[in-house]
Each structure stands twice: as structure tokens, then as C-alpha cells.
């Protein structure tokens, strides 16, 4: 349904802009480069070990604009408040998300609330948008795109996949483990911003939230008309989340995560970049998964510990429902 | 509620910007003075005379913009929709923002989708945000707030109220009027536009949408700390939402409005301001209603038609829920 949906709006709203089908859009405002993104958070539970909806929120937005090499600046924070809903509930998500702003850098420019009788809606649904600043050389802007992606690229990952994913979807469920698995809820601008400035060749940047990993490549892969190659045992998995997605059948190259970014990146500047990554505290198990090859396009291959190359396909349908 | 979240979210994420307490956060991006604002929309019907929740959605944010004398430029649009939504109510209304975009003269730049299982959400709410860019005369911005309203100025209002509440609430009641009652849903962007070239003397603009014009001169009067008089008499409500108002015992005063504006104007640009709003389709039953008073500081007046003075208080509550 969402894939039909995104067909849908892009039929039907398109124009140049959003035509990019990045998750921001990016646009000129007097002599400055500006990148605008929103998403709507529907998370339950509203609480999960490593954040919240609240969080999740800010962050969301956030990570969205560092993915257009943009500077996050100001965001809206817009409530569908069902009533009835318990006032402290409220109080430590506004707290959470204030907690969150402050440690991204970005300014609540603007706010509105909603409530809807009981039953029209679970709780709490919060839509957040945000405005972020490119960087500019001599006037022009670092522009990065997920269809900039060109063969030759290398493809980083800033560390471990399916933490955000499991540990929301173990807490609805009640799943105990070994070890509590920890959203990776974070706010990657800083990494991004420590990436940019050690590399000028960073082609294109994704946040692989809702369909993981696996579906970020593969709207690189369509956008670029690239094919992407990753190698399975260069993706790093935490044990915790390796054990739930054992458990539960669920391929942890599609679980959401907030506090990744996948970066493409040609060639020569890999390295730094890398080094980069790795030294900033959301990036110390920064690797490289794979590069980017010229065909087949469109398409996200695989290669699996036993050397065999299997295609990854865009998740179809939404294979964990309300993660963010 | 509503009040008590509004302190809420004032008190927790409150910095200079949101501390303005406009429906817009106004700040400065390069050279340019961007204004941002967002709204959530979960209307009930999705469907009424004169609009539907999307064109709804693209004017609430265009209008808060225009509020704060920015021409709207871009918008984001987000959905959260109940699982089982009908593919083609769901078209019509993606068809409607459209529509309603291109009348606006705005962009969509961005936008997200959320799924939730059936029963989590009544089928659709949307929420926009919306920039726009405040005009500058030798670089400095032509700033408007709710708190810049200065004893003397004059109070105008732009056409009836009460259409686009009435409208809402008779189709979800099923109610029949010998007339029937159509939402004054418009951008307003235009007719702001004309007073704004017409006049250097604007001083606060308010769109009186949820709690209607009674709660628009409430946050006028107390964020610019005077008191608001303004003559029954002269306001003007249409015969179909009166009778409407009369039937349901609601006080038109109180009632949504989605194309109208409240215009605050020093008394020396008060008439040439009235004339460009009657010059325009939007403003054709443009009428002055009242003045900016000194004390009682942070109330509203309302002179009966009898020559009796009341106090017109701030809605408690929620009188029509999900109108907007």
C-alpha cells in the first residue's frame, strides 16, 4: 500500500522539486540553498528502551536533512492528541522532544495541537518538519542526492543495523532478551556534517529508517539507475538484535533505524570519509558494505558469506507496522 | 485542553522564536526572512460544501503564512491514514491539494505516509507545514505580529464569518437548510498581498480559524497587551450560517473560518486598507469593526447592537470538535 501511495502523491503533486524523490526538498531562498522535509510518527508504544515518539520525532526530521548535506535549523512539531490521553504521558514526550532539540541544535519554530475524541486515533500521532541550510562553495551548494549515485561509488554505513526496529518492536511485544535491545534513535547531523567536511566527493546520503537498510539501497539503486552491491558479512548486526530477528523471522536489512546513514561515495574520497565516520561517536563501527556497479539498473544485489549473489528487493508492504 | 497543551508546549519548548506566539515562527535564513508554521488537519466529514480535508490542509498552512505577511512558497504534506481507506477517496483528495496548491501558487516539496491498523486512526489526517518569505523594503522585513496591535489602530475583518464551521458541522449532522451553507475555504495569500502593497501600516493578521474571530482578538489582545473593541453590528454573518448558528445555539463569534482575515492597522492606513480588500474577490464584504483600546489590557469588547458592553471571553474547550 505505501509504495502504491508514494506513486499516488508523486503522480499527482509532482513537480521539479519533489520530482527529486529525496527525502528533503531542496530549493533556493534569496542566495541561500534550502532543504525542507516532514514525516508523521505513529510509534507504538509511545516509550521503547532508547527513546520515544517524542524523540523519534525530532530526530526523524532531523536525520532526514542531514541526508541532504543540510544544516538543521528550525522544525514544526504538530500533535494528534487523542482525548482522554494522560496529561503526564504528554509532558514527557514535549520534555523528550525539547531534550532532543537541544542536542540536534534546532529551534521549535512552530507548533499546533489536534485532539480527536476517544477512538479516533491511538494517543498520540506526531508529524514534525524541519528547514536545514546546505552548505555553499563559492556561492554554489554541496548537493547530494540519492541520484548522484554513480558506478565506481563506494557504499559506507555508519554501524549497526535493526536496533531501532527490534527494540520497539520487543518492547510491544514483550519480548525479554539476554540483553534489552537499545534504539539507536540519534541525531546524525554531526556525523554527516564531520563526513562532508573531510570529503568533497559524497555523492549521495540516506537514513535507512522504515525498510531498513535493503530499501534505502534500492531507492538509491531506481533514483541513480545504478545497481547497488553490498556484501552481506561486511553489515554489522549487535547480538541483541541479530537474537530478536532470529526469533521472529525478520531479515534485519529491512528493520528501521535511526541513527544511520549510508553514504555513496566516489572513490577516491572513501577513505576519508570512512575515517571520518569512525571517528565521530555515532560512526565508530563505520565500515564499507559494497560499491556501486552500472548494471543491472535499478537493482540491489547481495553477495551472501558463501559468495553467492542474491537480489534485494524493496520491501513490499510494510513489514513492521508503526516502528516509527 | 487545547489551552492547557498550548502552556504546555509554550512552557517546555519555548525559545524566541516560538515565544513570538504567532501562528508562524519567523526568523532570518541568509538575507531573507522565511516565516514557518505547521497545522494538522482531522476535519469530520472528509468531504463538505466548498472544500474537503486536503484543500483544507493546503489553506490552513498558506494562511497562517499569509498571517504573517510572507508569501507562501513551499509546503510539505503528511499523511497518517487508517488501514482499508478507500483508494479512490483518498485520490479525490490528493486531486484537491492539488488543485488547491496550484490556486495557492505553492510547491509541494516534500511529503511522508503512514499506515495504521484499522481502528488507530478515524481514515485520514493530514498535516502540512508551509515557508513563506516576508517582503523587505531596503532589507529590512515588513514584520506583522499578534503583539505589535497599538491603541488607535483599527480592526477590519475581511467577509462573513462562520461559513466554513456551519458548513462542517451541517454535513456531519446531516442537517438541511433552505440555503445550503458553503465553507469560504480560499488562500488568503492574495487578498493579504493587496492590503500589504496598499498600506506600510499593518500591524497584526490573523486568520480566525479554530475558536473563530472571538479567539483571534483574545491572542491579539494579549499578546500586544491592549484591549480589542469591537460593534456587534458590523460583523457580518451570512443568512444561511446564522440561521445555522441559531438552530445549534452556537455563537457565530466562535466559529472557524478558512478564507477570512483580521487585519490590525494604524488609524492613518485604515481606509486605504479597507479599499483593497473590497477590491479584491476575497474581500468584497470587507467591513471595519472595531478598535485597539489601551485598557482593560488582554480583553476582548464586544458593543451589542442595545449599546451594552460584554466581555467576549476565550473559548474554553473545544466548541465544534474537528472542524479543521
Request: charged share 20%; hydrophobic share 45%.
Amino acid at each position: 500500500m505505501a509504495e502504491l501511495i508514494d506513486q499516488l502523491f508523486l503522480g499527482k503533486l509532482g513537480n521539479p522539486v519533489l520530482d527529486q524523490r529525496d527525502d528533503s526538498g531542496v530549493f533556493q531562498i534569496g542566495n541561500s540553498y534550502v532543504a525542507f522535509t516532514t514525516d508523521s510518527f505513529v510509534v507504538d508504544p509511545l516509550f521503547f528502551p532508547g527513546g520515544d515518539i517524542g524523540r523519534l520525532a525530532v530526530f526523524g526530521t532531523v536525520n532526514d536533512l542531514a541526508c541532504a548535506a543540510a544544516t538543521p535549523l528550525y522544525i514544526t512539531s504538530s500533535f494528534i492528541l487523542e482525548e482522554g490521553l494522560d496529561m503526564a504521558t504528554l509532558e514527557a514526550v514535549v520534555d523528550s522532544m525539547r531534550a532532543a532539540a537541544d542536542e540536534a541544535g534546532v529551534t521549535v519554530a512552530a507548533g499546533d495541537t489536534k485532539v480527536v475524541p476517544n477512538g479516533a486515533a491511538d494517543r498520540m500521532f506526531i508529524t514534525t518538519a524541519g528547514i536545514g541550510l546546505l552548505r555553499t562553495d563559492s556561492g554554489r551548494p554541496y548537493l547530494v542526492s540519492g541520484s548522484l549515485a554513480r558506478p565506481g561509488d563506494a557504499v559506507l554505513l555508519s554501524g549497526t543495523l535493526a536496533d531501532h526496529g527490534m527494540a520497539v518492536m520487543s518492547r510491544r511485544e514483550g519480548l525479554a532478551f539476554e540483553s534489552e535491545i537499545v534504539s539507536d534513535a540519534a541525531p546524525i547531523s554531526g556525523l554527516v556534517a564531520a563526513v562532508l567536511d573531510a570529503c568533497p566527493s559524497v555523492h549521495a546520503l540516506r537514513d535507512p529508517t522504515r525498510g531498513g537498510l535493503a530499501s534505502a539501497l534500492n531507492e538509491i539503486a531506481r533514483q541513480s539507475g545504478v545497481c547497488m552491491e553490498v556484501e552481506e558479512s561486511a553489515i554489522p548486526v549487535g547480538e541483541p538484535a541479530r537474537a530478536a530477528c532470529e526469533l521472529l523471522g525478520i531479515d534485519p536489512l529491512y528493520v528501521a533505524n535511526e541513527g544511520k546513514v549510508v553514504a555513496i561515495i566516489a572513490p577516491e574520497g572513501a577513505d576519508a570519509a570512512l575515517e571520518a565516520m569512525r571517528s565521530h561517536p555515532l560512526g565508530r563501527q563505520a565500515v564499507r558494505i559494497g560499491k556501486v556497479l552500472e548494471s543491472p539498473a535499478g537493482r540491489v544485489h547481495l553477495i551472501t558469506p558463501y559468495g553467492n549473489r542474491r537480489i534485494l528487493v524493496l520491501a513490499h508492504g510494510e513489514p513492521l507496522p508503526r516502528i516509527c
